[in-house]
Every structure is written in C-alpha cells, then in structure tokens.
C-alpha cells in the first residue's frame, strides 16, 4: 500500500531549518562552527536554518550527526514529553478507522523494531 500526504514543501524546509538551528543552539554551536564541522559553506547552512534551502541527503546526516541526533528527530516536532498524553494520543489514533494513520505507525514500528 502506498501512502501519500498533502505536505507543504515551504513549511517542511522551514520547520528542518528550525529544528537545525534549535538544535544547534542547544549544542552551544554558532553557524560558523557547525558549518565547519559538516564541511559545508556558512551562508549554505544560513540559508537552510531560515527554510529557504532544503538540505542535500548528505548534509542532513552530516548536520545531524554533528548535532548528536538521529536524521529523523530533523522532522519531528517535540511538542510535549507527557508519557501519559503521547500513550492516549496513540491509543486514539490506533483505534480510529483512518488506515493511514494505523499503516504509518504499524510501519514506523516496524522500521524501528528492526
């Protein structure tokens, strides 16, 4: 089965630029630093933190690993860590009839259960 979403590409390659930078601060890192770290130009990594660039495959992992991260947490918001709220989110969603949902997280579960 294949998925698909309604994603807006503006707003993925800002929301990955602002998980970057939050993520960098976080780290204590200045732009210049970490784009010498990813080996990667100053105003390219400028550009991606305010969502105008979207990051190439290999310099989303270089960032990531430079920012101790797993690629993913780029595209994943932290809104909240309440155990108790994320289990009833997810029990909820579990027994909803939306398919997409149930087949998005049955296949996460499996990717990271591997």
């Known amino acids: 089965m294949l998925l698909t979403y309604n994603t807006d590409a503006k707003k993925l390659k800002k929301n990955i ?9 976080k780290r204590g890192l200045s732009q210049d630093r970490l784009a010498e770290i990813v080996n990667m130009e100053m105003k390219s990594l400028s550009r991606i933190e305010s969502g105008h660039n979207y990051p190439q495959c290999e310099n989303l992992v270089a960032i990531a690993n430079a920012l101790n991260i797993a690629p993913w947490q780029l595209y994943f918001t932290e809104e909240e860590n309440n155990i108790h709220k994320m289990k009833q989110e997810l029990s909820e969603a579990l027994n909803s009839d939306n398919i997409n949902i149930i087949s998005s997280l049955y296949q ?3 990717i990271t259960s591997i």
């Open 17 to 25: 630029g602002e998980k970057i930078k939050l993520y960098r601060k």
């Open 108 to 110: 996460y579960y499996k």
